[in-house]
């Protein structure tokens, strides 16, 4: 309960997933039919970078504050160009005030006909969350532990969408909790898109994790993961992934124009690298 992500909004971590997001919102737009997003730890949805707090850490300048000030040119760059107009967007005055959460971003990029729930546990966010989008019929705020909400809302009614979960890793067995959440939520809705974020800061609970995964008996799993600098003796975010479970089938290709620029805009001294891998095929593992 302690955890708030405003001494993190904006930072590579926030890019990697939110340039993930925007790429299967598309995806799902590519049908006419209404879909939802279900975003299991959302946050307050928008982000003030002259606040203390993001000052304090200064995080989002060495990821969105890059990323903006060389933005990706080519295929990368138009595949990226929604997510970086929408950051625009919530910045109208120009320049880089704000940084648009997951909530917001996903809002953003809604039509008419679809819809987003979102779910946070903390009190005073999500009634952040509520005031910012209030009136708004698109979409629906849930003060819930967002673990318990995988249980209580999927399938959603429309039957198309994607769960967003992305927890603050606060709290020792997260991983656990991520890989048996999504076990759970998979037998009650086979047929979603979820994408799963992890930080690359425990290389032996991520290795762990990835072989959970690997054996859960849900096929269709890929593992996107970008690193901005080279392994840390001690426990150090050195990188981030997303699970992406039923992707897109463009996702892979997309993911392998993306990362290279993203590690080219946010790498810290050329360190680090980038993966697209298929960790489960088209049918469970026996």
């Known amino acids: 309960m302690n955890y708030r992500h405003a001494f993190h909004a904006g930072n590579f971590a926030d890019v990697v997933k939110h340039a993930v997001l925007a790429r299967l919102v598309d995806y799902l737009q590519r049908k006419d039919a ?16 002259t606040s203390p707090a993001a000052q ?35 910045n109208p005055e120009g320049g880089l005030l704000r940084y648009p959460g997951s909530p917001w971003l996903s809002r953003h990029l809604a039509r008419r006909q679809d819809r987003l729930t979102a779910v946070e546990l903390h009190p005073e966010d999500a009634e952040t969350l509520r005031t910012r989008f209030a009136g708004d019929h698109q979409i629906r705020i849930i003060a819930l532990d967002g673990w318990l909400a995988l249980g209580a809302h999927v399938p ?18 997260e991983f656990s909790r991520m890989a048996q959440g999504l076990t759970r939520a998979y037998r009650r ?9 992890y930080p690359i800061k425990d290389r032996k609970a991520v290795a762990a994790f990835r072989a959970a995964l690997k054996t859960a008996g849900i096929p269709k799993i890929v593992d996107i993961r970008l690193e901005i600098r080279s392994p840390s003796p001690e426990p150090r975010l ?16 997309e993911m392998n124009v993306i990362l290279p620029a993203l590690h080219r805009a946010m790498a810290i001294d050329g360190g680090g690298g980038w993966a697209v891998e298929r960790l489960t095929g088209e049918q469970p593992a026996a």
């Not at 850490?57 to 040119?73: H, K, V």
């Not at 959603?156 to 067995?173: C, H, Q, S, T, W």
């Not at 990188?239 to 290709?253: A, D, K, R, T």
């Open 34 to 49: 209404a879909y939802r997003v279900i975003d299991t730890h959302a946050g307050i949805g928008l982000y003030d970078l």
């Open 189 to 197: 809705w086979p047929g979603g898109i979820y994408a799963l974020w």
């Open 238 to 253: 050195d990188g981030c992934g997303m699970m992406v479970i039923n992707p897109p089938f463009v996702l892979e290709s």
């Open 56 to 90: 304090k850490t200064g995080e989002w300048r060495d990821g969105i504050g890059r990323l903006a000030a060389n933005p990706p040119q080519g295929d990368a760059g138009q595949l990226m160009e929604r997510y970086l107009a929408a950051v625009a967007a919530a």
């Open 156 to 173: 959603p009614k429309e039957k198309r969408g994607l769960v967003l979960i992305d927890p603050p890793f606060e709290e020792a067995g």
